[in-house]
């Protein structure tokens, strides 16, 4: 069946530092693939998202691309801040939209 | 404003007393969903509706209900909640035009007592 791995946090990095969030997933046909992030206290909300092989998404200086050869969808940052600190959540929808899998979630901490 | 709403956001209740959390989206989306979080486990999908009058169990239904009657409306409720039941609660809405991107409330946070 369809499934999300992403690595376990949490994630301790300080501000300015690079970030990459690997994300793997297994799946029949072409899903959609997607970043979700949770700040304390909120619900999730869409980060960015890729709807076919080898699109980038991108947003907040956040970018992931979909690659179907490695079956990946690495979540990656080139200087986090204080206030990127929160849940992160790799999720991939199904074709038939109904399903979404999310993984596990991953803690990041950016300290001063 | 495109929004999901549930209502309460906080609740604490007693073991047997049903309840009912109410979810409500205003982006006339047709797939609708139940999400339970918890430590450790992540976020696991309690009920879904495709459209009006179509629901199915997603992975963890036991002990819920849902109905939807209206395309905005996605009423989750528990007969008879159980302390097994505490959790944070997310109702989520999406739409084939947006790639099945999900669109998340704020939350409800219920303690079973």
């Known amino acids: 069946g369809n499934s999300v791995t992403q690595m376990e946090g949490p994630v301790t990095l300080s501000e300015e530092a690079f970030l990459t969030i690997n994300c793997t997933y297994t799946a029949t046909g072409y899903p959609s693939l997607f970043w979700y992030v949770q700040y304390p206290g909120e619900g999730l909300q869409l980060l960015l998202k890729?709807?076919?092989?080898?699109d980038k998404g991108s947003n907040k200086g956040f970018e992931a691309t979909y690659r179907k050869e490695t079956t990946s969808f690495h979540l990656e940052k080139g200087s986090v801040q204080v206030s990127d600190s929160a849940v992160y959540f790799c999720a991939l929808g199904n074709t038939g939209g109904f399903k979404t899998i999310f993984g596990a979630g991953t803690r990041l901490f950016v300290k001063a | 404003e495109a929004q999901v709403t549930q209502n309460p956001r906080y609740l604490i209740t007693v073991t047997g007393k049903k309840l009912t959390v109410t979810c409500s989206q205003n982006?006339?989306?047709?797939?609708m969903s139940w999400y339970r979080q918890d430590p450790g486990l992540g976020l696991r999908q309690i009920y879904y509706?495709?459209?009006?009058?179509?629901?199915d169990k997603g992975d963890v239904p036991e002990g819920y209900k849902v109905s939807r009657k209206e395309k905005r409306n996605f009423p989750l409720i528990l007969e008879s909640p159980s302390p097994n039941q505490t959790s944070l609660y997310f109702c989520?809405?999406?739409?084939?035009?947006?790639?099945?991107?999900?669109?998340f409330g704020p939350g409800t946070r219920l303690t079973v007592t």
């Open positions: 982006m006339n989306h047709e797939y």
């Open positions: 989520a809405s999406s739409s084939a035009d947006r790639a099945w991107e999900q669109y």
């Open positions: 509706s495709m459209n009006v009058e179509v629901t």
């Open positions: 890729a709807t076919k092989a080898d």
